[in-house]
């Protein structure tokens, strides 16, 4: 996926390897009216405020940087409480992806 990524033109500098940890994982199961996501959070999950810290100056001066819950939402915002984190995000974000039941 990173050589994908490279390929495509896209910034791989800050995607790190931990030795012996995998990435992240997601199984999701559908039926006609549920779903089931069963997440691991594994690598992602492990991403910590001094992983962030040491590249968000960084961050600033890139055109656009995705952001997915995939890492914890703490460590993402880096702000106190959830609804500041989603109105942060709210106000920066040109374009939303959202899980819609139909």
């Known amino acids: 996926m990173k050589l ?3 390929g ?4 791989t500098g800050h995607v790190r390897n931990m030795k012996g940890i995998a990435t992240g994982l997601a199984m ?11 997440v691991v959070p594994g690598a992602n999950g492990r991403v910590d405020r001094a992983c962030v810290d ?3 100056k960084e961050l600033e001066k ?5 952001l997915q819950y995939e890492i914890p939402q703490e460590k993402v915002c ?4 959830a609804e500041e984190a989603e109105r942060e995000l709210a ?9 819609r039941k139909n």
Not at 8 to 11: H, K, L
């Open 4 to 6: 994908a990524l490279q």
């Open 8 to 11: 495509a033109g896209v910034s």
């Open 28 to 38: 999701i199961t559908v039926s006609e009216n549920d779903n089931t996501i069963v």
């Open 54 to 56: 040491s590249i968000n």
């Open 62 to 66: 890139y055109d656009m940087v995705v």
């Open 78 to 81: 880096r702000v106190p409480t």
């Open 91 to 99: 106000e920066k974000a040109s374009l939303f992806t959202v899980h």
